[in-house]
């Protein structure tokens, strides 16, 4: 098992609530072939039904003299490492059973201009990923994320080779 980091936080916001930060839960339960139950996306684009964001997005713009709370980049889940340094198709799988698959960078929301006007030019590589739901489970803050399957796609400082 190849341990990747943990989750720091969770956000999801209902029918009906908009803006951002996105609203902090305590557990979120994802659900394969639908999405986070009670989000307001559920059900629609199955491939972006859960952005992920690590810390990484939040310091870049700190370092730049925007200080935004977790939530504000519109994620689900916010990891302690960055999942940009994954490809396309890497799985992850958070706490006991669920296990998302990484399909798309996300593309920056002039919204996020809200926060500050250089908002989505900071970010514009790095404000998060979105990811399909391949096992349901429930998650919570603290859980431990982990490799599920990196195929020719495993990259950076974990060094594994596709042979491990």
């Known amino acids: 098992m190849i341990i990747l980091g943990e989750v720091l936080g969770l956000f999801s916001a209902k029918e009906g609530e908009s803006g ?24 629609r684009k199955l491939n972006q039904s859960v952005m992920i964001v690590g810390t990484k997005a939040y310091n870049l713009a700190k370092s730049k003299g925007v200080l935004l709370e977790y939530g504000s980049l519109g994620e689900n889940i916010l990891f302690d490492f960055d999942p940009h340094e994954f490809a396309m ?32 030019k900071i970010l514009e590589f790095h404000r998060g990923v979105y990811c399909k739901i391949i096992e349901s489970g429930e998650i919570k803050a603290g859980d431990r994320v982990t490799l599920a399957w990196w195929g020719n796609c495993f990259i950076n400082k974990y060094l594994i080779s596709k042979d491990f």
């Open 89 to 120: 198709g890497t799985k992850l799988k958070i706490g006991e059973s669920a296990i998302i698959k990484i399909t798309k960078n996300c593309t920056i929301c002039k919204h996020l201009a809200i926060f500050d006007e250089k908002l989505p």
């Open 20 to 43: 951002l930060p996105r609203p902090k839960k305590e557990t979120l339960f994802l659900r394969a072939g639908y999405g986070i139950e009670g989000d307001k996306f559920a059900g």
